[in-house]
């Protein structure tokens, strides 16, 4: 496989489920990041990774919970979640954090009933 | 927060007419990219242009950074059906370590 992928592409759980997303990057990137995007808003940068340590979390409610195991994968744990948090979860890496450069996993399809 | 407005937000155009797409703000970036996200997908990156006054050309579609590295446009020669999708401008303002902020988009349609 080459570039982001992203696992599962589309997802629906109820508000008291737990569940998982994963992206897997192979770019040799040292940087990652979850992105939520809702429909009429901006790509919303949730939290960025740079060589498995977190940098940066975007005051994200609690009920997300990221995990980056090593530089090539990033997960995102979910639970508890509300409808509001139905979205499209897109995972992106790049060379260095900060890079313009930034390059897409096809995203999850989340839908919370 | 850096604010990127795109306009317009919907554009319906038949295949073969011209178009142009653009990105505004009142801040200065060191770099600006362009992407496009087809339905059910993630952007794909397009260009970066970084010089202010940068024209970049690829096959039918036109880049420009503005002068003062506040705005660029997109320009689109003889639209195909393949260019329909939302196409996105992000930007990297100037001055030490700041985060990529993207634009809310235009979402174009090609009707064949």
């Known amino acids: 496989e080459t570039g982001v992928t992203q696992t599962p592409r589309h997802l629906v759980m109820g508000m008291t489920n737990k569940k998982s997303l994963k992206c897997e990057q192979h770019?040799?990137?040292?940087?990652m990041y979850w992105y939520k995007q809702s429909a009429k808003k901006p790509l919303e940068l949730m939290f960025v990774?740079?060589?498995?340590?977190?940098?940066e979390n975007n005051s994200v409610p609690s009920r997300f919970s990221p995990e980056c195991p090593n530089s090539s994968h990033l997960f995102l744990h979910l639970h508890t979640l509300q409808p509001e948090d139905s979205a499209l979860y897109l995972c992106?890496?790049?060379?260095?954090?900060?890079?313009?450069?930034?390059?897409f996993g096809p995203g999850t399809r989340l839908t919370v009933t | 927060t850096q604010l990127l407005e795109q306009s317009p937000q919907f554009l319906s155009i038949q295949e073969g007419e011209n178009l142009t797409v653009y990105c505004n703000s009142s801040?200065?970036?060191?770099?600006l990219q362009w992407y496009r996200q087809e339905p059910g997908e993630g952007p794909v990156l397009l260009v970066t242009?970084?010089?202010?006054?940068e024209v970049k050309k690829l096959k039918r579609l036109t880049f420009q950074f503005g002068d003062a590295r506040k705005d660029s446009s997109l320009h689109i020669t003889a639209a195909q059906p393949g260019d329909t999708g939302l196409y996105l401008c992000?930007?990297?303002?100037?001055?030490?370590?700041?985060?990529?902020?993207f634009g809310t988009g235009t979402k174009l349609q090609v009707i064949p």
């Open positions: 992106a890496s790049s060379q260095r954090t900060g890079d313009y450069e930034q390059y």
């Open positions: 770019l040799g990137h040292n940087a």
């Open positions: 990774y740079s060589l498995e340590e977190r940098v």
């Open positions: 801040s200065v970036f060191s770099s």
């Open positions: 242009v970084v010089t202010g006054g």
């Open positions: 992000a930007a990297k303002p100037s001055g030490g370590y700041q985060k990529v902020t």
